[in-house]
């Protein structure tokens, strides 16, 4: 597991064009901020647990650049998924087919018990689908709902393992490199490891790299 601690863009801009396989990611993107705010998501809440590095937000007006490197160093014929809200969807999917990526749908991960909030409780999340060049999804009987209970007591937004290993098994092949440049919890790491793919990936949180470096202790 080759595991980096620098900025997203910056990282991402040290590899080289068009080597890698698959890359999923799950940036802390502006609307947490608000979610955090009302206490509508209770481990995003300011407090000593979470006002660590992992949360600094990844501005808005960075995607175009974030975007433009993904693109950059993903082989051709590749996929992308990328977790986001409701909100941060229609920011993101414009910029990336700006930068050439085609976009096929939103996946919807059903977290199967609903969460906190006001209007209509929340009980799922998005993940963008896109596209560089053309791949056929290895399986065609997946569908486009993926239920997969929600991490509880985990790092803050930890997604479930099982839900990672859906995408990289249906979007890459045994030895290719997956990776995550907000890795967070590492969840995606964990997936591709344990798919017998090579994870690689990066996040500025020392809080990430001790949970992470726990967890595959755990595992061993």
């Not at 080289?16 to 396989?21: C, K, L, N, W």
Request: charged residues 25%.
């Amino acid at each position: 597991m080759r595991l980096y601690k620098q900025d997203a863009v910056e990282w991402l801009s040290s590899l080289p064009d068009g080597s890698v396989d698959l890359l999923i990611t799950d940036p802390p993107y502006e609307s947490l901020e608000k979610h955090r705010a009302v206490g509508t998501t209770t481990r995003l809440k300011a407090s000593k647990s979470s006002s660590n590095q992992w949360f600094e937000i990844f501005r808005n007006e960075r995607f175009e650049e974030l975007l433009s490197q993904v693109y950059r160093v993903l082989k051709n014929n590749s996929h992308f998924y990328l977790f986001c809200d409701q909100e941060t969807m229609f920011y993101i999917k414009p910029i990336a087919e700006q930068v050439g990526f085609k976009f096929w749908k939103p996946i919807v991960w059903d977290k199967v018990a609903i969460g906190m909030g006001y209007h209509y409780r929340a009980r799922y999340e998005f993940i963008l689908f896109f596209e560089k060049g053309k791949r056929k999804l290895n399986n065609l009987g997946i569908p486009d709902v993926l239920a997969e209970k929600r991490v509880y007591r985990g790092y803050p937004t930890e997604k479930p393992v099982p839900l990672l290993e859906t995408l990289i098994d249906q979007s890459s092949s045994v030895g290719d490199l997956v990776v995550d440049p907000f890795f967070g919890s590492g969840s995606t790491l964990v997936a591709a490891s344990n798919l017998n793919r090579i994870p690689c990936g990066s996040d500025i949180s020392d809080d990430a790299h001790a949970y992470l470096k726990q967890r595959v202790t755990e595992l061993a």
